[in-house]
């Protein structure tokens, strides 16, 4: 009994001692990453654009969800590690980080998909912003501010020969939720790599826009990588992790993967499920490494 509680405490020692060691190796990489804001006004608010440089791999780094927060300190450690830029914004107020971007103007409160907001198309953009209060209306000039925010972070991108995006998503079952007293409705599956393959004849947008994909049965479905060239899904598929080629003709939905594939961009998106920073750190080694 008592060997058995002294290896149990050996064991737990040394997680302890590699959780500390790699707190300590993420610490160091990016200690000397000092950001400079932008700021960019949205009504009453202000929103802030976060930019991180070192020099290094010439790869610009786009992270538009606030609370994805595992997908930023994966990019922080790779741009500590390796160089490069890393762009991220800053909008909650409420003391959370939040995913949708919500401001204020003329007693209305509106709110967004920062992932929603990169096109040429005024009518996409248009039905991505939504009134959450007040009885102000999607009108030209609440497009205009909007349009204005997308504008100066793709202005970060635009010269960037590879734009590598970090995202996270939350990976739920399908599940059936209680509406209202007697009526339950299904909460349907949450976005995964399964979101890209046709469900009962039925396609999404994401499946329309998917010209090739490549599952690897052994991995988490949360992770995954989405391309806009060939090339890159290849050398994937070479490397057995699961990846989705953007077709050319994807569906104009306001997301940064269609708008950059319009100038022709090498752009890749780095999905993990939230929380998990290894997994993400290790998919970015994966194309930063060679």
Known sequence: MKNHLMHKSTRTL????????????????????????KKIHLGDQVVQLKIYQKP???????????????????????????????????????????????????????????NRIYTQDLNVLKNSISVVKGKGKVDDEI??????????????????????????????????????????????????IKSYI?????????NKSCADIYINPALNNSEFFIVTQRED???????????????????????????ASGFGKRYINAEAKLGRIEEQTTMLEILLRD
């Open 143 to 192: 497009i205009k501010m909007v349009k204005n925010l997308a504008d100066q972070v793709w202005m970060e991108l635009a010269d960037s020969p590879f734009i590598l995006a970090l995202h996270n998503n939350k990976n739920t079952p399908a599940e059936y939720k209680l509406r209202w007293l007697f009526w339950k409705h299904i909460e349907p599956e949450s976005y995964n």
């Open 233 to 259: 899904f290849n050398m994937l598929v070479k490397k057995r992790y699961t990846v989705v080629l953007q077709n050319d003709k994807p569906v104009d939905d306001g997301s940064m993967s269609v708008y």
């Open 14 to 37: 040394q997680f302890n001692w590699v959780i500390l060691t790699l707190f300590i190796c993420t610490t160091l990489l990016s200690q000397d990453l000092n950001p400079v804001y």
């Open 56 to 114: 290094g791999k010439n790869v610009t780094y786009a992270h538009v969800h606030e609370n994805e927060e595992a997908s930023l300190a994966a990019g922080l450690r790779m741009v500590g590690k390796y160089g490069g830029k890393l762009i991220t914004l800053a909008h909650s107020t409420d003391g959370k980080t939040n995913r949708n971007v919500t401001f204020s103007y003329k007693k209305t409160v509106y709110k967004f998909d920062p």
């Open 198 to 206: 046709k469900s009962q004849d039925q396609s999404s947008d994401s």
